[in-house]
């Protein structure tokens, strides 16, 4: 999908450069989206058939089938503890912030 956006703004500035309209097809998208996703698919198409990325693929697969998932209380026990920490952490660096710029303004000021 990033690719196709990038595609597609690259073909609306080519078009808006050259002063050409960018036409809008069946009135829903632009004629540059339609042709990045076209082309952006395509290609995917092509390389997902290649017989190395099936095979990762499906390694890929087989691994994440292993993968132990947390639980829904353990999920929400770490999230509580990382937004603890986060709030932590900004306070202490908002403190650190504060400090160091009265003591570089104290400095300067003498």
Not at 60 to 88: D, G, N
Request: glycine share 4%; hydrophobic share 60%; with cysteine.
């Amino acid at each position: 999908m990033l690719v196709a956006w990038v595609l597609h703004q690259a073909g609306a500035l080519a078009l808006s450069i050259a002063r050409t309209p960018n036409p809008m097809v069946l009135e829903v998208l632009p004629a540059s989206a339609v042709i990045s996703i076209f082309v952006t698919s395509l290609a995917g198409f092509f390389y997902f058939r290649r017989p190395v990325v099936q095979e990762y693929s499906m390694e890929v697969l087989q691994e994440l089938r292993k993968v132990t998932w947390p639980m829904k209380k353990m999920t929400y026990a770490s999230t509580i503890v990382v937004l603890v920490a986060c709030v932590l952490f900004a306070g202490i660096l908002g403190v650190l912030d504060w400090a160091s710029n009265w003591v570089v303004t104290f400095l300067l000021s003498l």
